[in-house]
């Protein structure tokens, strides 16, 4: 198990810059995967960015170029470096968090944090 904590979001101008970061409850080194994912009322939970514990980094083609995920292992923290915010960025991100138990990945979420990009 583990318990995910959001910060960061807030309100922005298109253009700007934000830094998410979801502090863990406990080691994220061999978590097999974490990401962001952002909702919008009406839609569905969309990945933003996942890291996977052996470095593989996948975006969504929407954020390529200008979103950037890192892990700080030290820290049990993820962050989402976000630029150029534009938008169409604005909602409520999610940390997650995959991890095997008994042969099954399961997911764990944090509480969300909005980010909302006033253009």
């Known amino acids: 198990q583990v318990q995910l904590v959001e910060s960061g979001g807030g309100l922005v101008q298109a253009g700007g810059s934000l830094r998410l970061s979801c502090a863990a409850s406990?080691?994220?080194?061999?978590?097999?995967?974490m990401g962001w994912y952002r909702q919008v009322p009406g839609n569905q939970r969309e990945l933003v960015a996942a890291?996977?514990?052996?470095?593989?980094?996948n975006y969504a083609d929407s954020v390529k170029g200008r979103f950037t995920i890192s892990r700080d292992n030290a820290k049990n923290t993820v962050y989402l470096q976000m630029s150029s915010l534009k938008a169409e960025d604005t909602g409520v991100y999610y940390c997650?968090?995959?991890?095997?138990?008994?042969?099954?990945?399961?997911?764990?979420w944090g509480q969300g944090t909005q980010v909302t990009v006033s253009s």
């Open positions: 997650n968090a995959k991890i095997w138990s008994v042969n099954m990945l399961r997911d764990y």
């Open positions: 406990r080691s994220i080194f061999s978590i097999h995967a």
């Open positions: 890291l996977g514990s052996g470095g593989v980094i």
